[in-house]
């Protein structure tokens, strides 16, 4: 799979919780840092995403921003 966005965090799912149409599903990116995405239940079925599976959260955004 070949995509544009630069922002591509390799890890391992650790949650896939469900709700009425959108789920959460948690990566594991290492270091104790844990990425949450929201997508349609459809999407997880799709994708066949569970605990343990290998996974890529994809990050593309027109801005950053930056705070201190």
């Given amino acids: 799979m070949k995509l544009s966005a630069r922002n591509q965090l390799k890890g ?3 949650g896939v919780r469900r709700g009425a ?9 290492g270091h104790g840092v844990i ?13 066949g995403l569970a605990v343990g599976d290998d ?6 955004a027109s801005d950053v ?4």
């Fill in 65 to 68: 921003m930056v705070a201190k």
């Fill in 35 to 47: 990425v949450t995405s929201s997508i349609t239940n459809e999407a997880i079925d799709e994708l």
């Fill in 21 to 29: 149409t959108t789920g959460h599903v948690r990566i594991d990116i």
């Fill in 12 to 14: 391992k799912v650790v």
């Fill in 55 to 60: 996974a890529i959260a994809v990050i593309k």
